[in-house]
Every structure is written in structure tokens, then in C-alpha cells.
């Protein structure tokens, strides 16, 4: 079973509707992150959450928002949906690795997010 | 302004024809220096991690490498199956709760 699990796996829905990414976790780590990727700019983070009381807003988070429901879960929202939000959006885990180490992340298999 | 550029954007090439992709970065401190492997539709899937100058890492026709300016992705011998995008990212010293992704180099490996 895979570690990182992403729900649903595509979507294609209308401008100003409500849409809800989900994130699970079989890895026990601590740390969980949102990224969306476009064509030609990489990954960018979104959202970030390193315990289930800490929340924090990346370099693209408006429009977006976040909910850590537990250790292993973390949903992104986005309140009313609008075309140039089509992207990948893939959400990754971290666990601190110790001191003078970095933090090595590992993601989930995506979410296909078409807004019409 | 912290950076990473990766080049080519693209490479192509013949099955055993061996070559190294680049990873530059500008960050002030670095903590950690990051190879994934992406296939299309599909999440990244780590690769190395690489702390300090003058590292090294390998996995199978894989070998990283790290300066204090950049990072190489050698790339030995390859078969079809290495065809992927594969991404560098960092971590900064000042700053180790974000990755800084660099944009990647799609690698098409021919038969």
C-alpha cells in the first residue's frame, strides 16, 4: 500500500464551486505539505503543517485553505474554485531526520485538478 | 533572493549514451540538496539527499554529486526506462521548513 495517498485522484469542476483535496499518510511523520505544480514553474508550496495545531501559509496561498484533522491527515480546500487554479496539487510528508540533517520529503501521487 | 536552475530543460539521448544533468542553487547556508525522480502524471519519488561538499551518492546508473554551487546527476549508460523529468530542490540553513524546487530536466532515453 502506498505511503501517501491523494483523493480524489482527477477532478474537473466549474468556476466558484467548492472543492475539497484530500491527504493521508501511513508514514508517521509529523510534517505535511501542499504543492501545485503548472507547466514551466515547478513545484510551489501552498500550505504547510508540522503538527496538527500548526499551520502555515506557503508563497502562493491565496484562495486556498487547509485543515489538519489529525497526524495523518491534511485537506485542501479551495473555496470557490476558478480556472487558473488548474493544476497538479500534490501533497508530501517529512519527518526531522536530526540535528544537521535535512529534511527529506516524500509525496503522494497527485491530484489532477481541472476548473472549467 | 534564494535559487535553483536546472539544465538542460530538456536532453535526449541514445540508450548507453552516458551524460550529467546540472543543479545550481544560490541559497544563503545550505542544509540539504535534493534529487527526485518524476513520471508523467505522477508524484516526485526521492532519489538522494546530498548535506556538504564533495559528497557523493549512487543508485543503480545514478550518481549525485555536490559543490558549494551546484549539484551533477550522472547518469550512466542509460536504458529507456530512466526516461522522467528528475527535479533538484534545497533546503536553506535559515530556513528549513520550505524546499526551493527547481523547474527540472526532462530526460528522453531512446532505444
Known amino acids: 500500500d502506498a505511503d501517501v495517498t491523494q483523493t480524489p485522484r482527477n477532478r474537473i469542476t466549474k468556476t466558484g464551486k467548492r472543492i475539497m483535496l484530500e491527504c493521508s499518510q501511513t508514514k508517521g511523520h509529523d510534517r505535511m505539505y501542499w504543492y501545485r505544480q503548472d507547466p514551466g514553474l515547478g513545484l510551489r508550496l501552498i500550505y504547510y503543517s508540522f503538527d496538527v495545531k500548526d499551520i502555515n501559509k506557503g508563497e502562493i496561498s491565496d484562495g486556498y485553505s487547509v485543515s489538519r484533522q489529525a497526524q495523518a491527515k491534511f485537506s485542501l480546500s479551495l473555496e470557490s474554485a476558478i480556472p487558473n487554479q488548474t493544476a497538479l496539487y500534490f501533497c508530501?510528508?517529512?519527518?526531522?531526520?536530526?540535528?544537521?540533517?535535512?529534511?527529506?520529503?516524500?509525496f503522494g501521487p497527485g491530484t489532477r485538478l481541472t476548473v472549467l | 533572493e534564494d535559487q535553483v536552475t536546472q539544465s538542460p530543460e530538456a536532453l535526449r539521448l541514445q540508450e548507453g549514451e552516458s551524460s550529467s544533468l546540472n543543479c545550481s542553487y544560490t541559497?544563503?547556508?545550505?542544509?540539504?540538496l535534493f534529487w527526485y525522480r518524476q513520471d508523467p502524471g505522477k508524484g516526485p519519488e526521492f532519489l538522494f539527499t546530498?548535506?556538504?561538499a564533495g559528497e557523493e551518492k549512487e543508485k543503480e546508473r545514478l550518481k549525485a554529486t555536490l559543490t558549494k554551487k551546484e549539484s551533477f546527476l550522472h547518469i550512466t549508460a542509460p536504458k529507456p526506462e530512466d526516461s522522467a523529468t528528475y527535479l533538484c530542490a534545497v533546503q536553506a540553513a535559515y530556513n528549513t521548513d520550505k524546499l526551493i524546487f527547481g523547474t527540472g530536466t526532462r530526460l528522453q532515453v531512446f532505444p
Open positions: 541559497v544563503s547556508g545550505l542544509r540539504g
Open positions: 508530501a510528508t517529512s519527518d526531522r531526520s536530526g540535528q544537521g540533517a535535512g529534511d527529506t520529503q516524500y
Open positions: 546530498l548535506y556538504s
